[in-house]
């Protein structure tokens, strides 16, 4: 893990210094955001990741308008449900319904986790008077860590495909409002061996808000 936030590090410092060297308009910024995942389902298993809050730090370059790139780093909860699906269960289960005398309902086992994601990203924009409307092209890796302790669970490492809109307000000489959707596609991450991957994948919705500092 501490070679990731190193490498992360590295990333960013070898960017402000590429984007220091050819005069680039440089922003750092801090964003909060709710993350609403889609649930798939696929392998006889159906999965569902909690809803959460999380934090999204940005350092943003924009050297031309359709020149503009980012790095990236965020993080929030991402705790995972498996349940099977009615055609994985045995013949010999008595499911509820019509002629089951004495039934109770399948329970989803749930497995606390953490998701870290690192992008890189292009950000063409357009800036019209204070507003700077952007879009979001990208991808990196996303890491799915369980927390809970549990016996049979493993971290996930996933590629993950990023895109969204934005816009900026130059409330301030150097100081903005950033307005934002991003959409995060990857594949479903299986945390433990107990259950069969659905194969499918999940996208996770990212409405936030934050604020960034134009370096001088």
């Not at 955001?33 to 649930?39: D, L, M």
């Not at 350092?59 to 498996?82: C, G, K, W």
């Not at 509820?96 to 606390?112: D, K, N, R, Y």
């Not at 996303?142 to 996933?158: C, D």
Request: glycine share 10%; aromatic share 12%; with cysteine.
């Amino acid at each position: 893990m501490q070679t990731q936030y190193k490498y992360c590090a590295f990333i960013c410092l070898f960017v402000l210094l590429v984007a220091h060297t050819c005069n680039a308009q440089t922003d750092i910024a801090g964003s909060i955001y709710g993350a609403f995942s889609t649930s798939p389902q696929g392998g006889g298993t159906s999965q569902t990741q909690s809803d959460a809050a999380g934090g999204l730090l940005e350092i943003q370059h924009i050297f031309l308008p359709a020149m503009s790139f980012e790095v990236t780093y965020s993080y929030n909860r991402a705790d995972q449900s498996y349940i099977p699906t009615f055609s994985a269960v045995p013949a010999n289960v008595c499911l509820p319904g019509p002629g089951c005398a004495a039934t109770s309902p399948l329970i989803p086992t749930s497995f606390p986790a953490n998701a870290q994601e690192f992008t890189a990203d292009w950000i063409p924009s357009k800036t019209k008077g204070a507003l700077r409307p952007f879009g979001v092209l990208g991808g990196g890796v996303l890491m799915v860590v369980p927390s809970g302790g549990q016996s049979y669970t493993y971290t996930v490492t996933e590629p993950v495909f990023v895109f969204g809109l934005g816009m900026d307000w130059a409330r301030w000489k150097r100081v903005g409002l950033r307005f934002q959707y991003r959409g995060n596609l990857y594949s479903a991450p299986l945390l433990t061996t107990q259950y069969a991957s659905t194969g499918s994948l999940m996208l996770t919705n990212e409405p936030m808000v934050g604020v960034y500092f134009r370096l001088p």
